[in-house]
Nanobody, 118 residues
Framework: QVQLVESGGGLVQPGGSLRLSCAASGTIVRINDMGWYRQAPGKQRELVATITSGRSTNYANSVKGRFTIARDNAKNTVYLQMNSLKPEDTAVYYC????????????WGQGTQVTVSS
């Protein structure tokens, strides 16, 4: 089995920055696409950013130009660098990954809270 563990969330002022990390562990053969999603209270979960195994990236329009997704394959880790944060970025952020393992499929992290407030 595979577990995704997130870190880096917290409270930050508007205009500030945070860097989220999500490390996959377990019996891993290969990790293909990885991504970040977020869900604010009363809203649907939405895609934030994705990155393929070839490091092709895709961003939601709301974060384009402010957020950067990256990955370190040696560490089985995906990052989300968040700059110029806005109050509307406040949400629980979830990472996910398509993992080839004994049980191949999409795995999700437990979520990490990001709060942007003065």
């Amino acid at each position: 089995q595979v577990q995704l563990v997130e870190s880096g969330g917290g409270l930050v002022q508007p205009g500030g920055s945070l860097r989220l990390s999500c490390a996959a562990s377990g019996t891993i053969v290969r990790i293909n696409d990885m991504g970040w999603y977020r869900q604010a209270p009363g809203k649907q979960r939405e895609l934030v950013a994705t990155i393929t195994s070839g490091r092709s990236t895709n961003y939601a329009n709301s974060v384009k130009g402010r957020f950067t997704i990256a990955r370190d394959n040696a560490k089985n880790t995906v990052y989300l660098q968040m700059n110029s944060l806005k109050p509307e970025d406040t949400a629980v952020y979830y990472c996910n990954a398509f993992v080839l393992s004994s049980v191949t499929g999409i795995y999700w992290g437990q979520g990490t809270q990001v709060t942007v407030s003065s």
